[in-house]
């Protein structure tokens, strides 16, 4: 290089990086044809990292702080080159800038629902989403692998990667905790740690560390999800056939009240059954001991509130004078 070249030549005195946005990752400082003044400044922020890397082999990674390139300060870089003594001439490598920032309220869920055996339910078809969050930790592994010579590498490249490798275990993961569809709810922070530690590894191998995960909710499709509404509500009405008697017991005063309600209601009094006949032979046939009804083994305390109920529908006018008396004779019979 002649003196005049040399003159006009540009050199870098301060090497740096401000981030414009919060999605790059790693960013290449723009050389050109300018070289490395020697005994330039380098600062690397906090939450970032520099590489040097010359003639395509990884030199020297500064952590956060301002440097004075110098043989001192770049060992790796002068061993490369072979520099004997301090090198007066400046000197050219690529430069890279990365953000170890925490990338926040990242999203996870499963695009399509997991097939899980559930205790409760057989095969269930599940999804679940979360948010996690993770941040750079090794510009070596992360330029090998991912970011490589490009002028910049953003986050949003990497993200459907990351999101698949989290949700890529998890049939395994719920089939091994053994916990029921409905206790789920209950155990998503364990569920949420579980997940995170089988996905660190896969996070590890980018130069990536997983900081937190977090499972906000599971859910079964619309028509599982319809199926499991009626299991529940079958389950607050409990006792089917006392829920149903408890309803004809409640809407019998209404119908009494209207022309035909009875009738309608198949009680059959316009064939000459009396309601009170049917009432009266449903409970001998419940109350007979040959039938193994509870009879038998009624306390008093039961036979009292029977007693209370027929007297009840006596007043409405539903049982006979004469059925009740049958009925209270027969069991105040039952405690002697």
Known sequence: MSLMDFIKKQFIDVVAWTEEDDGTLAW?????????????????????????????????????????????????????????????????????????????????????????????????????????????????????????????????????QLRNSLVAGLSDLFASSAIPFLDLAANQDQLGQAMREKAAPLFAEFGLQLDSLVVQNFSLPDELQKVLDQRIGMNMIGDMQRYTQFQVANSIPDAAKNEGGLAAM???????????????????????????????????????????????????????????DAKKAELLKKLG
């Open 28 to 160: 290449r400082y723009p050389m050109q044809d300018m070289e490395i003044q020697n005994g330039a400044s380098l600062t690397v922020r906090e939450s970032q990292l520099a590489l040097f890397v010359d003639e395509g082999q990884i030199a020297d990674v500064f952590e956060p702080g301002r440097y004075r390139l110098t043989t001192n300060t770049l060992p790796l870089l002068t061993n490369l080159k072979n520099w004997d003594k301090l090198f007066d001439s400046p000197f050219k490598s690529d430069v890279y800038f990365y953000s170890t920032r925490q990338q926040l309220d990242q999203k996870w869920g499963t695009p399509t629902p997991i097939v899980i055996r559930d205790k409760d339910f057989g095969a269930v078809r599940l999804r679940a989403f979360g948010i996690y969050a993770w941040h750079l930790v090794d510009p070596k592994i992360f330029y090998r692998k991912v970011s490589g010579t490009r002028e910049r590498y953003g986050r949003e490249e990497l993200e459907g």
């Open 266 to 324: 198949g009680v059959g009094l316009g064939a000459g059954v009396g309601f009170g006949q049917v009432v009266g032979q449903s409970m001998a046939s419940a109350l007979a001991p040959g039938n193994g009804g509870a009879a038998a083994t009624l306390s008093a305390d039961e036979i009292v509130a029977t007693l209370e109920k027929l007297h009840g529908l006596v007043e409405k006018g539903i049982l006979a004078q004469a059925e009740f």
